[in-house]
């Protein structure tokens, strides 16, 4: 059940305070790695039937098409998925949701579109360089926020919570 004291605006209860509200950010970190997992075999399956498609088109272009496969679908298809449902009223990837998580801005409200594709950049660049060790930065501070999300201006709460 929400609680009223952490209506989505900036104001004296936003963002929630993790010793007051514990319940905000219990388990946020484990089900943050939960929901990636969901999210990546969803992408995974979309990039199978893209690939498929795109197979087809490349042998008709005779091979004009090739790049497509490893670069540039690839890419388009992660950064779409992840920032356009960053930025929509569910404010959740699909993964999110199956985990009761919720993205919102550090100043209140939802997040915008910019701020979902710095978050999504973020995650996937910093991902890159550090082997998944950005997510140890969630662990050390009380609102489990992540590198890309103080980058990013966000904050990744229970949906059930607020």
Same mark, same amino acid.
């Given at each position: ?5 952490? *209506? ?35 992408? $995974?399956? &979309? ?7 795109? $197979? ?10 090739? #790049? ?5 679908? #690839? ?10 449902? /960053?930025?929509?009223?569910?404010? *959740? !990837?699909?993964?999110?949701? %199956? ?17 979902? /594709? &710095?978050?999504?950049? %973020?995650?996937?660049?910093?991902? $890159? ?5 950005? /997510? ?5 501070? #009380?609102?489990?926020? !992540?590198?890309?999300?103080?980058? *990013? $201006? ?6 059930? &919570?607020?």
């Amino acid at each position: 059940m929400p609680l009223p004291e952490l *209506a989505l605006s900036a104001g004296p209860g936003w963002p929630p305070d993790p010793v007051t509200v514990p319940s905000a950010y219990r388990g946020v970190t484990l089900r943050r790695v939960l929901a990636y997992l969901v999210d990546l075999w969803l992408i $995974g399956l &979309v990039l199978i039937l893209l690939n498929f498609l795109l $197979g087809l088109l490349t042998i008709l272009s005779f091979g004009l098409l090739w #790049p497509l496969h490893f670069l540039v679908v #690839p890419m388009a298809v992660t950064l779409a998925y992840h920032s356009l449902q /960053l930025a929509s009223p569910a404010a *959740a !990837t699909v993964g999110m949701r %199956c985990f009761d998580l919720e993205i919102h801005s550090i100043l209140g409200g939802r997040t915008t579109l910019a701020q979902a /594709l &710095v978050h999504t950049i %973020c995650f996937y660049g910093s991902l $890159g360089f550090s082997a998944g060790l950005l /997510l140890l930065v969630a662990l050390f501070n #009380p609102r489990r926020r !992540t590198l890309h999300d103080f980058l *990013a $201006g966000t904050l990744v709460l229970r949906k059930s &919570v607020v």
